[in-house]
């Protein structure tokens, strides 16, 4: 099993929708959780950290849920400028990146 | 502040060659990372840093050296390419580890022919 994981998507969703996914990681030790945001051919940029009570920035929400082991992104009101792919990233000793879930807006 | 950053930007070597890829921070991060990026795979770890003068492995170490003499720069050499090692490039720096969010260099595309 992957450490972590994540559905690829595509999510092709129109401007001003609500899309959300999660990504399962499997060590339950893990302590920090991160999403990161990487356009295409970019370097990953650090979008949120996680954190245990949930938290929210602007349009953007995550959650983590330990007892299930998995983290979650929603986007509210969905901008064209937000099509990219987020990175799920586990932080135990070491940081565990998934493969990537791909959010495409279209006018 | 530039941050992280990396070169070459682009690099094509033929099969056997060496070269060095420099990743040099100016934030007086003590960790620094080097990952690789291959289509449909997250980043991997290739060898990271704790502190000037130490090295360590990674989760995909084989084919690739390290080395931390000072603090603000950490190479990583390939002695002997190969095409396998076509990817992207990314390093990385942060303060610390645990808990810690990390900085990207905007990578380096390297092709193996």
């Known amino acids: 099993r992957k450490e972590v994981e994540q559905d690829p998507g595509p999510f092709n969703v129109p401007e001003g929708a609500t899309v959300a996914f999660n990504c399962t990681y499997s060590?339950?030790?893990?302590?920090?959780f991160f999403w990161y945001r990487q356009d295409c051919r970019k370097e990953p940029k650090l979008l949120m950290s996680?954190?245990?009570s949930g938290n929210e920035d602007g349009r953007f929400t995550a959650q983590l849920n330990r007892a299930s082991q998995y983290i979650s992104l929603l986007i509210r009101d969905s901008k064209l400028s937000d099509s990219a792919t987020y990175l799920c990233?586990?932080?135990?000793?070491?940081?565990?990146f998934g493969a990537g879930t791909t959010v495409t807006v279209r006018a | 502040n530039a941050g992280v950053t990396q070169t070459p930007k682009f690099r094509v070597l033929k099969t056997g060659q060496s070269m060095t890829l420099l990743c040099a921070q100016d934030?007086?991060?003590?960790?620094m990372y080097w990952y690789r990026q291959d289509p449909g795979m997250g980043l991997r770890l290739i060898h990271y840093?704790?502190?000037?003068?130490?090295?360590a492995k990674g989760e995909v170490p084989d084919g690739y050296n390290v080395s931390r003499l000072k603090k603000q720069n950490f190479l990583l050499g390939l002695e002997s390419a190969a095409p396998s090692q076509t990817s992207v490039y990314f390093c990385?720096?942060?303060?610390?580890?645990?808990?810690?969010?990390?900085?990207f260099g905007d990578g380096t595309r390297l092709s193996i022919l």
């Open positions: 990385a720096s942060s303060l610390a580890n645990q808990g810690q969010p990390q900085h």
């Open positions: 060590n339950s030790a893990s302590q920090s």
């Open positions: 996680v954190y245990s």
């Open positions: 990233v586990v932080n135990d000793y070491k940081l565990s």
């Open positions: 934030m007086n991060h003590e960790y």
């Open positions: 840093s704790v502190g000037e003068g130490t090295t």
